[in-house]
């Protein structure tokens, strides 16, 4: 190597370093008061909702004079940049969690159990939530977040369009046979050019008919596909059915890339499954009177699935008592600041008068409480999102009408088996 | 030209000349000018380049316990069908994208380097969509190829309907995902088209005049004067072009993800996938290793072969 390389190349891998060694930061156990430090990452938030945080926020720190909460306000990929703080070794006291993602934070090792900061703590209870909330997020016998809201997938419809073609409401008995009827009632060519301008619902998510119908994606134990089960295939074949037979739902091209709830707000579907949190969408989007009602029933009792939303205290964390009582205060004394946004998933504020405000749609307030009885819980699995890329491919393609489904499903499972198979060999599994 | 030869004071092997105060100003004034890039290649860039060689040969995954896999990212890269899924994907945008944007760049910089009425605002017009991200580039041609309201079967509708083809599903259809994309490469040649209007206007004019004098038409005056003379800024183009198709993400992320049947599954999209959807961030180093090692291999064959066709010597 010559003099000019060497002496270029030295003093910058030396800079390297030290960049290295400076930018793996420490973030402090105290301020400059002596107060604890609590970062938590807030995930991006609208601002009709940010509102209503913001006050949860104050709150918090007029309550707990001897908590430091400094709110990270995260923007574009949450989850990307919780990853790049935590190889950083900089995470984030508690973050914002989703079910689906909690079985790959835990073996990541990036959370802390919460059962001992809860047995110890005199003010919460974990019987205070929602036994299913409570379910989702233990993993391997342990609870790893505190539940802020419990929601589940609903059937959301406009009962204008229902009594124009005069049919009854949903009810807490509908089956798949009377969605389907009510859906072809209401589907309509209103510009005589062949194909139908309103829809009588959007094509829910096949994962929601599989459950419906008692199917599951992956076996209990988590070693093998079951998208091939007698019950997950007719489940399927229904929901391509909706598309390619029935024609009651549009094709991605007549929705023009529309969301659901868009297409429900331009009253071009007339029904749709989706979870509470598009409420503050709808009441904010909608002229019109909607409402919700449960799911309609497969051949099993399970109808939904859970969902919602939680905190986590990251295993990264360096007060993690302080981390607790943040998350604690959130999911319980905090809430009622944005309960009008979310079905609290602590029982008592679930049930107070507060949140079942009569002034605001929807009217049925109490189903969104009531489906969490035939609510199941959602696939968890360190590699969903794999599974989930593993699948997708092949059932557009049945969608599409380019295969059948029997035929789509025998391509999956092998795929799926294989990702199963691979994170069992590399010592994952539950 | 050796890299030795500017008047630094280093000369291999000779010995250390004294420099003059000039070429100790000269020096500073280099070290100067070029530390913002240094220092921040050096804290942002080549950090992560050597440890992402390390993670290439590990199970990384940013939290959990790493360990060494060896060459097994690189063994599995060979075995996953979506990692040639994804090359294909990205060779077929390439091959096409690359040389119709260079083609596209050129013509317009031809058109935009004539003399007539308000051609800085011309050139500002074409320049423009350039400026514009890709995200936002692709929500704006996520609606231009909606297969019902979209602008571009609005446009081909009248056309279409009579000759009995139905409107084509653009990114809903396997095989027209693609294609769609390399339309969508064209919004940017405004880039391109401000490179080779730079280089039009470096060609001596004697060349045309003694080339008009011999007789030769405006084709032969473009094939004999202009080609020649622009090939080292075609080969830039090209080397350039190739680089950043090969990285297509951002379009692809917001458009149509991986698309029906994988048919978008560009091959950063599926290197993102690997290492922050499904947390493999050590194979995900692998597979960027292997992407530099194909542009590194595309791009050397490019300049062995342009030293064939192009000619340096319009300064001389």
Not at chain 1, 50 to 78: C, N, W
Not at chain 1, 185 to 212: H, K, Y
Request: glycine share 8%.
């Amino acid at each position: 190597m010559n003099r000019l390389s060497t002496s270029l190349l030295v003093p910058l891998a030396a800079l390297t370093i030290l960049a290295g060694a400076l930018l793996s930061g420490n973030r402090p156990v105290a301020d400059e008061q002596g107060r604890r430090v609590v970062v938590y990452a807030h995930p991006p938030c609208p601002p009709a909702l940010m509102r209503y945080f913001d006050e949860a926020f104050d709150d918090f720190r007029k309550s707990h004079p001897d908590i430091d909460l400094q709110v990270l306000h995260i923007t574009g990929s949450y989850q990307d940049k919780i990853k790049v703080m935590f190889a950083g070794k900089v995470a984030p006291d508690v973050i914002f969690m989703y079910p689906s993602d909690l079985a790959a934070w835990v073996e990541l090792g990036a959370l802390t159990p919460l059962d001992d900061l809860l047995a110890a703590n005199s003010k919460t209870r974990v019987s205070e939530y929602f036994p299913a909330a409570v379910q989702t997020y233990t993993y391997n016998g342990h609870l790893y977040a505190l539940p802020k809201d419990a929601s589940a997938e609903l059937l959301f419809y406009n009962p204008e369009l229902f009594r124009k073609h005069g049919l009854s409401f949903p009810t807490a008995d509908w089956t798949w046979q009377d969605m389907l009827h009510a859906a072809k009632a209401i589907t309509e060519d209103t510009d005589g050019d062949g194909r139908p301008n309103i829809f009588g619902l959007q094509q829910p998510e096949w994962q929601a008919m599989v459950r419906q119908n008692g199917g599951r994606i992956v076996s209990a134990d988590g070693t093998r596909c079951e998208l091939d089960s007698p019950q997950s295939i007719e489940a399927l074949e229904f929901w391509v059915a909706l598309r390619q037979k029935y024609k009651v739902v549009p094709t991605p091209e007549s929705s023009a890339d529309m969301t659901a709830w868009r297409m429900f707000v331009l009253k071009r579907a007339g029904m749709f499954i989706s979870m509470y949190p598009v409420v503050p969408v709808l009441r904010r989007s909608c002229d019109f009177e909607w409402d919700i009602a449960l799911p309609p029933r497969g051949s099993s009792d399970i109808r939904s699935a859970f969902t919602g939303s939680s905190f986590a205290v990251t295993s990264q964390s360096r007060n993690p008592d302080a981390a607790f009582e943040w998350a604690r205060w959130m999911t319980s004394e905090g809430m009622k600041h944005i309960m009008t946004f979310d079905i609290p998933a602590n029982v008592k504020l679930g049930q107070s008068q507060a949140w079942r405000d009569p002034a605001v749609l929807p009217k049925s307030k109490q189903v969104a409480v009531d489906v969490m009885q035939v609510a199941g819980p959602p696939l968890q699995h360190p590699e969903y999102a794999q599974i989930i890329d593993a699948i997708s491919p092949h059932l557009d393609k049945a969608n599409r009408g380019d295969c059948t489904v029997a035929e789509a499903v025998q391509k999956i499972v092998p795929k799926v088996n294989e990702v199963l198979a691979r994170h069992a060999q590399s010592g994952g599994g539950r | 030209m050796s890299e030795y030869s500017m008047d630094s004071g280093l000369r291999p092997g000779g010995p250390k000349r004294r420099l003059s105060p000039m070429a100790k100003e000269d020096r500073l004034a280099f070290w100067c000018f070029t530390s913002p890039w240094l220092i921040g290649f050096v804290l942002f860039g080549l950090g992560p380049i050597i440890a992402s060689i390390f993670l290439s040969f590990t199970d990384y995954s940013s939290s959990k316990r790493t360990n060494w896999v060896g060459l097994g990212n690189y063994r599995e890269l060979i075995s996953d069908p979506l990692i040639w899924k994804s090359l294909g994907n990205t060779l077929f945008y390439v091959v096409f994208a690359v040389p119709l944007s260079t083609c596209g760049a050129l013509m317009l910089a031809l058109l935009l380097n004539q003399k007539v009425r308000g051609i800085a605002i011309w050139r500002t017009i074409f320049y423009l969509p350039t400026i514009v991200s890709g995200v936002a580039m692709g929500v704006l041609w996520k609606w231009i190829f909606n297969p019902e309201v979209g602008l571009a079967n609005t446009l081909l509708r009248p056309i279409l309907k009579p000759l009995g083809i139905s409107d084509p599903k653009w990114l809903l259809d396997p095989t027209l995902s693609k294609p769609a994309y390399v339309v969508m490469s064209l919004w940017g040649i405004g880039g391109g088209m401000i490179i080779f209007l730079a280089g039009l206007q470096g060609i001596p004019k004697h060349l045309y005049e003694a080339a008009e004098l011999d007789g030769a038409g405006p084709i032969r005056r473009f094939y004999h004067v202009t080609l020649p003379m622009l090939s080292p800024v075609i080969l830039f183009s090209l080397t350039m072009g190739t680089i950043h198709s090969f990285q297509i993400f951002a379009q692809a992320y917001v458009m149509s993800g991986r698309g029906p049947d994988n048919s978008t599954l560009f091959y950063v999209l599926y290197l993102v996938d690997q290492s922050f959807r499904y947390f493999r961030m050590g194979y995900g180093a692998a597979m960027a290793w292997l992407l530099f090692v194909i542009i590194l291999f595309v791009t050397m064959i490019k300049f062995v072969v342009a030293e064939r066709f192009v000619y340096y010597g319009g300064d001389n």
